[in-house]
């Protein structure tokens, strides 16, 4: 996996992980790989990806059987949309808008070309 | 588990490179130690390992004086000097002869490593080039399974996919009851490796943070992004500045070590200010 520079790498192991549980790729009460495991596949050190999971498991998206590892969460779909629907409220919206504002795009126009692209 | 107290050393009496430093190491970090040419980051890492005496202060590894050279701490510490010299005999041979002073080394993990970089142990290491022998040593020294491991430049010489293979090992090999301590000036091939940061200049340890510290205090950005005010130091470019400023959001960024090793070599009093927790001493 290649990180992008600006932000913090535990948070894009964040990104990732989520990723995969919104595309189907890991389904809830799926095993997820280990810490260290993780840690080799991305060369990060254990650190940075235990924190990840730890800040996961805080959200409710993982859970961790003692012993045994760790697990999608049985609501961790939602618990992601939610997370990931804030994020995109607060950091692409503002930019989107700035950005069409910059080249005189009105929300008329957008609206047009959503209906366009949705149907 | 490493304790350095008031550490002074010169190769000479007259010209002091350590005065009085200071450093504790503890178990579970894979340290990255940054620091200038001639700054003593060697120097350092071998009066860590016991092969060179102090003029005045302590280093204690986990119970044990470093410079007291006993059995108990000798097969706890490895180190992976940066320059190596090998007697022409094969990698089994080296091994038979050097394992027995290291008690926890084990030898499976030892011949997966060099098969993962393409080596084996029939192979003559009079023979090898600099970054062939660089992966028997680096293989030995994680094999080892020593409490503290010392590297000195380890990624120097290896190839692309070789720098890689170091980090996934670093990353598999690391356990919570072992110190790394690595030195380099190669950061773009361990940034995502090393933390805590130690940086030594001017013969203190001038900053030692861990990466979550760093990016709850410090903002690493673009120039336009931030309120001047904020701004701790600058690197102006052809496409963007690249600023080191004051976080005060407590939002995370991506660490740029290289931004942050000139920040903190120049701008110490600014540094001070963004990370009050951190005494850079001077």
């Not at chain 2, 070590?257 to 701008?267: P, Q």
Request: aromatic fraction near 8%; charge should be negative; include cysteine.
């Amino acid at each position: 996996m290649e990180f992008n520079n600006n932000k913090a790498i535990y948070l894009q192991i964040i990104d990732l992980i989520c990723e995969k549980v919104l595309k189907g790729n890991w389904s809830e009460g799926d095993k997820i790989p280990s810490v260290r495991q993780m840690a080799v596949e991305l060369e990060v050190n254990p650190n940075t990806v235990a924190r990840s999971y730890s800040s996961l498991q805080d959200d409710g998206v993982i859970f961790n059987k003692r012993g045994i590892g760790y697990f999608i969460s049985e609501n961790a779909t939602s618990v992601v949309q939610q997370f990931s629907k804030a994020e995109f409220m607060k950091n692409d919206i503002p930019r989107f808008f700035k950005t069409m504002n910059l080249l005189g795009i009105s929300i008329e126009e957008l609206s047009k070309i959503y209906n366009q692209q949705i149907n | 588990m490493i304790e350095i107290n008031q550490l002074t050393f010169g190769y000479t009496k007259r010209n002091i490179l350590y005065d009085a430093l200071d450093l504790q190491l503890k178990e579970g970090n894979i340290y990255g130690l940054l620091g200038e040419n001639g700054a003593g980051k060697s120097t350092l890492l071998m009066l860590i390992a016991g092969l060179k005496k102090p003029l005045s202060g302590s280093i204690n590894v986990g119970g044990h004086e470093a410079d007291h050279g006993s059995a108990e701490f000798l097969r706890e510490v490895f180190f992976i000097p940066e320059e190596m010299t090998f007697p022409n005999i094969t990698v089994s041979d080296y091994i038979s002869v050097l394992s027995p002073f290291y008690p926890k080394f084990n030898h499976q993990h030892f011949i997966e490593m060099i098969t993962e970089f393409g080596l084996s142990e029939d192979q003559k290491m009079n023979n090898m080039s600099y970054g062939q022998k660089k992966k028997v040593i680096i293989s030995i020294g994680l094999a080892s399974n020593t409490r503290l491991l010392l590297m000195d430049e380890p990624t120097n010489g290896l190839d692309i996919p070789s720098k890689s293979q170091f980090r996934k090992l670093v990353a598999k090999y690391m356990s919570d009851d072992r110190v790394f301590l690595i030195s380099t000036h190669q950061v773009r091939d361990l940034e995502s490796l090393i933390d805590p940061i130690v940086i030594v200049d001017n013969g203190k340890v001038v900053f030692n943070e861990t990466l979550e510290t760093i990016s709850e205090k410090l903002l690493f950005t673009t120039a336009e992004k931030v309120e001047a005010s904020d701004v701790i130091y600058v690197e102006n470019g052809v496409a963007e500045d690249k600023v080191v400023a004051m976080n005060h959001s407590g939002e995370p960024s991506r660490i740029n070590l290289e931004l942050l090793f000139n920040a903190v070599l120049t701008e110490k009093t600014k540094m001070n200010q963004a990370l009050p927790t951190q005494q850079i001493k001077y």
